[in-house]
């Protein structure tokens, strides 16, 4: 009787372990899926569209994840084929630094006007 | 004196935000990937067409000479009007053309062969378009140049026409 609870709580165990490990897998999917472009209806993700690119695409990435590949490895072979564009995040690179520095560069002029403007105020 | 300063400033930022929104404007909005990049032939295994059993891509391109793989569906109205011009192709003895048949019904596919004529040398099968998506194509029809290093060096998104035929005769001479 022992030995039959003991096998049950394993076998219990191991179900949910495998239930886990199926949710994280489609957790990974969805979060892969929300940030592809999808490149027939443009402006929306590959999670949102039904066009036969995006079905195919969803296919692809199953078959990643299960092959075990990681999740920027799986955006590595999309920009391969695609480009940079495919990817909602854009990487920090020669083509995007701007894009990247420019709204640090706002915040920290911005930041050293309004410093300016109340440090001249308090002298006053 | 400052006030001129300011106003100077000010001015060259809305001027840089005009060149960057004109520029930004002027750019067509819809993105299509690069069709010059050199790329290396994925590894797969695909259904062949007339026999049903499996093909691995060593297989398909062992041959010392230049390929054209052109991703064609029997549904696909282009690729209707691009087959004259692959046909002709086929008789370019310095290339081996490679028909990729894309999410088809194989009746379809068949009747559409057996009307326009074949100008393949090996028709595969992607049943789940998951194997152009390995080439890099995102529609129907498509056309890759292969060379003889094995690589992708040129891609033709959309139908084949004229120009485009004499670009691959030129290429593969």
């Known amino acids: ?124 | 004196m400052k006030n001129k300063v300011s106003i100077f400033l000010v001015i060259i930022f809305l001027s840089f935000c005009f060149v960057i929104f004109y520029k930004g404007l002027n750019n067509p909005n819809t993105y299509s990937p690069k069709i010059m990049d050199k790329k290396n032939i994925p590894i797969f295994e695909a259904k062949d067409f007339n026999s049903s059993s499996y093909l691995n891509s060593e297989k398909i391109f062992e041959e010392d000479t230049f390929y054209i793989i052109n991703i064609w569906a029997s549904w696909c109205v282009p690729c209707r009007t691009e087959h004259p011009l692959l046909m002709k192709l086929s008789k370019n003895q310095s290339v081996k053309l490679i028909g990729l048949n894309y999410k088809d019904n194989l009746n379809n596919a068949k009747k559409f062969i057996n009307e326009l004529g074949n100008p393949y040398s090996q028709i595969i099968i992607d049943n789940d378009g998951t194997l152009s998506i390995e080439f890099g194509a995102y529609g129907v029809p498509e056309t890759f140049i292969i060379d003889k290093n094995k690589m992708i060096i040129r891609k033709f998104i959309g139908p084949i026409n004229q120009e485009i035929l004499e670009q691959i005769q030129l290429i593969v001479k």
């Open chain 1, 1 to 124: 009787m022992k030995t039959l609870k003991i096998f049950l709580i394993v076998f219990l165990f191991m179900s949910f372990s495998e239930l886990k490990a199926d949710k994280n897998s489609d957790e990974l999917k969805s979060k892969i899926l929300k940030n592809i472009r999808c490149l027939i209806c443009q402006g929306q993700s590959v999670y949102d569209s039904e066009s036969e690119f995006a079905f195919s695409i969803k296919l692809i990435v199953d078959r990643k994840i299960n092959e075990g590949l990681k999740e920027e490895q799986i955006y590595e072979f999309l920009r391969e084929k695609y480009g940079n564009w495919i990817v909602y995040n854009p990487q920090f690179n020669k083509n995007t630094y701007i894009l990247w520095l420019l709204p640090l560069l706002f915040f920290l002029a911005g930041g050293a006007i309004i410093y300016r403007k109340t440090s001249n105020k308090n002298e006053k």
